[in-house]
Every structure is written in C-alpha cells, then in structure tokens.
C-alpha cells in the first residue's frame, strides 16, 4: 500500500538521500517535498518524493532498498504518481531511460519548464565533470 508523508518528517530517509548523494536529489530536503512511499513489515522498502513547481511536477527521488529490489515497488511508485499529478517528469541518466519508458515517461526535447532548465544547466556546467549527461522524461 502506497503511502504519503513529508520528507522532513521521516529521518531515515532524510539520511538515506543524504548518504546516497549525488545520485538522489538533495534539493528534495530543503523543500521538504511530498514523499510516496512502501513500506514492508513496518521497514521503508521503497520511496519517491515529487517537486511541485508552477508548471509541472518533478519527481525528485526514486530509491528502493537493496534488500526490497527487484519487485516492481519502484515502478509502481512512478505509475501512482504520474495517474495522480499532472505533467509530470523527472531528470535522470541516460542509462535509466530505458527503465523509466516502462513506467510511461518518454525523452523530452522541450525546453519550456524549469526541469528541463535545470537539467541543460547541469549538462553544460558538471556533466563533464562527473562523466554523465542528464535527460528529461515526461508522461
């Protein structure tokens, strides 16, 4: 069963996105963006948070444990989120958009919203730095 909460209110996660940045989205604390998540025997087996901005939704974060991977928890948060929020779309790597397709989303070349500003941003300033380039999937 798909839950909702704030980021702030769960420490755990908290310092799950810590410890697991820069691969999870910091930003997502600051904001103490919404959070989706599956919990299994009362342990926190997967989550995603979502960014609202004015034109659109972001999601922010996508994490499952490793010991809850490899049971669709991931991709059933992405498919409740994308029936539930309008214009929805998240910035991921190059090597996920494969995954991400199956939940829905496809490569978006726009460059209208802030989340596609934010990913052109990153590409021109770190992805050289970093060794990847980022895209922008929307529903």
Not at 15 to 29: A, Q, R, S
Not at 73 to 97: E, M, T
Not at 112 to 123: A, G, T, V
């Amino acid at each position: 069963m798909i839950k909702e909460s704030r980021v702030l209110l769960n420490p755990s996660i908290v310092w799950t996105i810590i410890k697991n940045t820069p691969t999870l989205d910091p930003l997502v604390i600051p904001l103490n963006s919404k959070l989706y998540y599956i919990k299994i025997n009362n342990k926190f087996a997967s989550f995603l948070t979502i960014k609202k901005w004015k034109d659109s939704t972001e999601i922010g974060t996508v994490y499952t444990y490793p010991e809850f991977r490899h049971k669709g928890l991931a991709k059933k948060l992405i498919k409740y989120v994308i029936k539930k929020h309008k214009n929805v779309g998240l910035i991921c790597k190059k090597n996920l958009v494969e995954y991400y397709k199956k939940t829905g989303l496809r490569i978006s070349n726009s460059t209208k919203n802030r989340i596609e500003k934010r990913k052109d941003l990153f590409n021109k300033l770190l992805a050289k730095i970093v060794g990847y380039e980022l895209v922008v999937m929307k529903n």
